[in-house]
């Protein structure tokens, strides 16, 4: 028998957490979550873009105001995603920066903040979240990859060596966990308008550019990422781990 396709990718009863939840592709990922049927938790630092967030989905998103990278806060912040719905099903690493410094001007300060915040808050969170999702015998991890997992940008050194370890991490965190039900996998933006490609987008010139680079001809919109991320999350992408999901135009095909 064939499976019903719009079930596979049904949320219901399942909680998810997602990080970087105020805005950008993190918002993006909460509103799409929460439309399959999840219940969502969303985490950042800016209560009152937080509260909009909640305002906009309504009785199936709670909220959590935290500093991902505060690894001192890590179980503290895996009971509070838990309180409002329970243990989450599913954890979305949305939450990143990008300090823009070049080689010669990189400081330690910067460093550390990028490190903190794109690779080990999404490792330390998810081993909090695991044994949760081990004893459900279900669980999804989306890291979030990018263009500079394995392309090299002018002043993206900290942001490219932090995303090409991201790569690294969803394959470990797949050979770890996926024996237990819980697939690792993530997803890697082209161009998309958020705050953290404003500098990109608000140059035309630029925009332009990186779209001519892509197979698609276009930069990417906030809607472009709703299917990969809901396949990811879903029972569709059962049998798919430890994968990295370019979504990005082709731009790394060319």
């Known amino acids: 028998m064939t499976a019903n396709p719009s079930a596979l990718f049904d949320l219901t009863g399942r909680v998810a957490v997602v990080t970087g939840a105020s805005s950008g592709l993190g918002r993006r990922a909460a509103v799409a979550l929460a439309a399959a049927g999840a219940q969502v938790v969303g985490?950042?630092?800016?209560?009152?873009?937080?509260?909009?967030l909640q305002a906009e989905i309504g009785a199936a998103c709670a909220v959590v105001a935290a500093d991902v990278a505060d690894r001192d806060g890590v179980y503290a912040l895996r009971d509070a995603v838990s309180a409002p719905f329970g243990a989450p099903d599913i954890v979305v690493h949305a939450a990143g920066?990008?300090?823009?410094?070049?080689?010669?001007?990189v400081t330690a300060e910067g460093w550390d903040r990028t490190i903190a915040l794109n690779l080990s808050?999404?490792?330390?969170?998810?081993?909090?979240?695991?044994?949760?999702m081990k004893a459900k015998?279900?669980?999804?991890?989306?890291?979030?990859?990018?263009?500079?997992?394995?392309r090299a940008f002018p002043g993206g050194i900290a942001y490219g060596a932090s995303k090409a370890g991201i790569g690294q991490l969803t394959r470990a965190m797949a050979e770890a966990w996926s024996r237990d039900g819980i697939t690792a996998n993530a997803i890697g933006p082209g161009f998309f308008p958020t705050e953290l490609t404003a500098a990109?987008?608000?140059?035309?010139?630029?925009?332009?550019?990186?779209?001519?680079?892509?197979c698609a001809g276009r930069n990417g919109t906030l809607a472009d990422m709703d299917g990969p991320l809901l396949f990811l999350c879903s029972d569709a992408s059962a049998y798919v781990t430890g994968q990295v999901l370019m979504v990005d135009g082709g731009f790394t095909a060319k």
């Open 43 to 52: 985490v950042a630092r800016r209560q009152d873009a937080l509260d909009g």
């Open 97 to 105: 920066v990008n300090t823009r410094e070049v080689a010669d001007d």
């Open 200 to 214: 990109v987008f608000d140059d035309p010139e630029r925009a332009a550019r990186n779209a001519a680079q892509t």
């Open 121 to 132: 808050a999404p490792f330390f969170i998810s081993q909090a979240l695991v044994p949760a």
């Open 137 to 150: 015998g279900w669980g999804r991890i989306v890291n979030f990859a990018s263009l500079q997992t394995t």
